[in-house]
């Protein structure tokens, strides 16, 4: 180690926490242009295993900011034949 760096100290987790978060974060935009590059090459595999990679990043990361996602769920698909107003043509 430096003279000049200082060492961690107990009072410096929060900075180290932080840091690591950011450090995350560069790794999952990286991972990102990695997946689309793959999906542009029609590497269809090895995008979704970095797309699977990139979610349980984000995950992991919205934990640590105490945010909690909610699974997204597929919109109900509009019934057919039916137009809004309920009236039949």
Do not use: C, W, Y
């Not at 991972?31 to 990043?57: G, N, S, T, V």
């Amino acid at each position: 180690m430096k003279a000049d760096t200082p060492a961690p100290t107990p009072s410096d987790p929060a900075r180290i926490a932080h840091q690591v978060v950011e450090i995350v974060e560069k790794l999952v935009i990286e991972l990102e242009e990695e997946m689309f590059q793959a999906a542009e090459e029609l590497r269809f595999e090895r995008a979704a295993e970095l797309r699977d990679a990139i979610k349980e990043l984000r995950r992991e990361l919205d934990e640590r900011r105490g945010l909690a996602r909610e699974p997204r769920t597929a919109p109900t698909p509009a019934r057919r034949g039916r137009r809004s107003g309920g009236r039949r043509r």
